[in-house]
């Protein structure tokens, strides 16, 4: 049958729209951003470490929150601020069971790597190591596909939450190895060869970083391999030395390499891999191989895995430009690789700071890896309105790792206290939780450790020393501020006494919130006055935060736009000054009214002192809508997430660190950003694309529609909500649970009377 041209042009048009409409969200994803140092100006500007200038990310397959990530490996140490994977890199040394957290400066754990090679056999990973072109990697979620050019081997990954499946394609003839090597920094691993069962099993022991760095945690990261091919020959080293026909290998501590061999022949084959993980032991891996893959083939569990993060990804359908589809997905999968689920999947884990007795956790998954000091701000929020369930979950977790310590934990990693960075965020997380309807976890007794974070402080030097117990808490209560006479020795980050101060003042309004909502009225009135404690470290005279001696005098000499300060963490003291989310009308009073508040914002724009690539910056820009002029945070939003973010692997102005800088990007692609989490209260910026729509665990439906929105029109001149006149710069929870639809109807020019009102601001504790 013959149809007319331009009716067969109509019907390839059609079909093309057709499947670019029926594009599941998983396939624009693109793993790879991130994984190549900054190409932003304010990254090259206020970077001071080379790690700062790279997003940490990997080209990693999963599942949302999983227990191990699969990436390819081109770094083989474990050590702190080096990710298994970077772009630039040349050669692949293997494939990691990995548990990096996810964009971080911290350090791997408990992994493995899986390497096949053919021909001569060669364990060391730089001997190993064999060329590669991106152009022959597919990297998805759910997927990843390379070609090893130097041993003509295709390689693909696929994985479930604690287990994976790896193929190897033999493509010539020559002896077909499969190595396993744990990667233990410190030469501890165990690793032993079943080659009647076609088995592989063995462990990584684990060991602390910051607070007790190097010494062991208390357990390990166990794998079991199971392959596919019959074994036709195997072998162990240790200290490099190949010893053929040698089932065990174990490390004697001295850094120095482990690893095991099997062979399957010399001619063209393909090895399929299934791996098991577990933080338990080597069982617990076999049982979540069992659970998760057992004879599945690969396509299977692929297929499996991209449903699981197409609906994942699916909460928030958008509509836009297909590259802004994949500036988006690719965002929001990087916002649900972290926290970490810990548990087997019978409910086994290691009990919190010190692992030695397993857990059963019953009725919810237990999780790890919190980064609070980052996620806290949106990526954690994010979680909460996505997936009400798992954040559910983690705050019982966070309970139960007190209840095992006996401290709430302030920067929870590798199953231990850490108290890494600063602040004690758990109060924000578990407040912003509550006052958005998760309460299906323990309260009343995560408030019990809350409460004693904040009031008590540890009297005990050596579990104090170890990471239990708020930072420099004596100081904080004596002065209202930690004052420039206490170090904060026993920290990783010492001194950074303002930065912890309006950390601090923050934090017991979270606790306030959580203490009104429970009934505990004596503590909310304390903890809502402390909330004012921020104003003891800005200074009135200059307005901007500012170090203090305990005498009350301010220190001199002082710059404000210092790019680093010793009393401020990670930045200058005109960035901090911006971090009282819970009082900005406060803030605003101090520094002499809202007109000089946003004459001090625009100093700190225009001037080019903001820095987007550390997280204590991503408010400042939504704090134009707390003092009458929305239309500016319309204007530096849009241009921050044009220039701060691409698809390219560089498309990252800073380290990642667990989702924090993707969940920025989300929320404000959406339109909207979680100022002060803790409060039920989203400001609205300026969206990126024309609609998206929150598919909520309710069953409601919430879509932010942008009328006429652009690069070149980002500013809104009118809006409304379920068809009524709309003028406030912020949304709250209830509303967004409630469904409905927000319309907002964009242009080039800014609307300066638009949400300009004072009652029209967000609200601050201290009124508007």
Not at 17 to 29: D, N
Not at 405 to 416: A, E, K, L, R, T
Not at 749 to 754: G, L, T
Request: proline share 5%.
């Amino acid at each position: 049958m013959k149809f007319p041209l331009a009716f067969t042009c109509l019907l390839i048009v059609t079909q093309s729209f057709v499947s670019l409409a029926q594009k599941a969200p998983v396939s624009y994803v693109n793993t790879l951003i991130g994984t190549a140092p900054a190409n932003t100006e304010s990254a090259r500007q206020h970077s001071e470490a080379s790690s700062e200038l790279k997003g940490q990310t990997l080209p990693s397959v999963g599942t949302p929150y999983g227990m191990t990530q699969w990436t390819p490996q081109t770094r083989a140490t474990e050590t702190k601020c080096i990710a298994p994977y970077y772009y630039n890199d040349q050669k692949m040394q293997g494939f990691r069971g990995t548990h990096w957290l996810n964009g971080s400066c911290v350090q791997d754990y408990g992994s493995v790597t899986i390497m096949p090679l053919s021909g001569s056999l060669k364990v060391k990973p730089d001997e190993r190591a064999s060329a590669y072109r991106h152009e022959t990697e597919v990297t998805s979620p759910a997927y990843y596909k390379a070609r090893l050019d130097d041993y003509a081997i295709t390689a693909e990954l696929t994985g479930s939450a604690r287990s994976g499946l790896m193929r190897f394609t033999f493509e010539r003839d020559g002896e077909a190895y499969v190595l396993v090597e744990p990667n233990s920094d410190e030469g501890e691993g165990f690793i032993q060869v079943f080659p009647e069962k076609g088995e592989i099993v063995g462990y990584n022991p684990v060991h602390r970083i910051y607070q007790g760095s190097g010494q062991p945690a208390g357990f390990s990261g166990y794998f079991v391999i199971r392959f596919d091919r019959p074994i036709t020959q195997y072998g162990t080293w240790a200290k490099d030395a190949v010893r053929a026909n040698t089932a065990t290998a174990q490390g004697q501590g001295q850094r120095d390499g482990v690893g095991a061999y099997v062979g399957f022949g010399s001619k063209k084959l393909v090895v399929t891999a299934r791996i098991g993980t577990s933080f338990t032991s080597i069982e617990g891996a076999r049982r979540n191989l069992e659970a998760e893959i057992g004879t599945q083939s690969l396509e299977a569990i692929r297929k499996t895995n991209e449903t699981i993060w197409n609906q994942s990804l699916g909460k928030m359908a958008v509509k836009g430009s297909e590259e802004d589809k994949t500036l988006f997905y690719s965002t929001l999968y990087r916002t649900k690789l972290s926290p970490r689920l810990f548990s087997d999947a019978d409910g086994k884990y290691p009990s919190f700071a010190g692992g030695k007795s397993i857990m059963t956790a019953n009725g919810f998954d237990y999780y790890c890896d919190f980064s609070l000091w980052d996620t806290f701000r949106a990526s954690l929020p994010l979680h909460t309105l996505l997936d009400p369930r798992q954040t559910a979950h983690m705050m019982q977790s966070l309970t139960m790792k007190a209840e095992q310590g006996g401290w709430m934990p302030i920067f929870p990693c590798w199953n231990q206290y850490t108290a890494a960075m600063i602040g004690d965020h758990v109060m924000s997380v578990m407040a912003d939780a509550y006052v958005k309807g998760i309460r299906n976890f323990d309260v009343e007794k995560a408030y019990t450790y809350l409460r004693k974070n904040a009031f008590e402080p540890n009297a005990d030097p050596a579990s104090y020393e170890a990471g239990q117990g708020r930072r420099a808490l004596k100081s904080y209560l004596q002065y209202g501020y930690v004052p420039l006479e206490d170090p904060v020795k026993e920290a990783f980050h010492k001194q950074e006494q303002v930065s912890r101060t309006l950390e601090y003042a923050y934090d017991d309004y979270c606790l306030s919130v959580l203490a009104e909502g429970l009934g505990h009225k004596d503590d909310a009135a304390k903890l809502k006055q402390r909330a004012l404690n921020y104003q003891h470290v800005i200074d009135p005279t200059t307005g901007y935060a500012r170090g203090r001696h305990a005498d009350g005098r301010w220190i001199t000499p002082f710059d404000p736009f210092a790019k680093r300060a010793s009393f401020i963490t990670e930045g200058s003291p005109a960035q901090y000054t911006w971090f009282v989310p819970h009082d900005v009308a406060g803030l605003s009073r101090i520094m002499g009214g809202k007109e000089r508040f946003n004459a001090k914002l625009d100093t700190l724009f225009e001037q080019g002192h903001y820095w987007h690539g550390n997280e204590p910056n991503h408010q400042i820009a939504y704090l134009y809508a707390y003092a009458g002029q929305p239309w500016k945070t319309q204007r530096w939003v849009s241009r921050i997430a044009r220039e701060e973010y691409s698809t390219t692997p560089g498309g990252l102005s800073g380290n990642e660190d667990g989702g924090q800088m993707s969940a920025w990007l989300a929320f404000s692609m959406a339109g909207l950003y979680p100022v002060c989490p803790g409060s039920p209260n989203y400001v609205l910026g300026s969206p990126l694309v024309e609609e998206v729509t929150f598919n909520l665990d309710n069953g409601k439906k919430f879509t932010i529609r942008a009328q006429g929105v652009s690069e070149q029109a980002p500013y809104i001149q009118s809006a409304t909500l379920n068809g009524k006149t709309f003028t406030r710069t912020y949304l709250t929870h209830q509303e967004i649970q409630q469904g409905g639809t927000l319309i907002l109807r964009m242009g080039r020019q800014p609307n300066q009377q638009w949400g300009a009102k004072p009652e029209d601001a967000p609200p601050s504790l201290s009124g508007r």
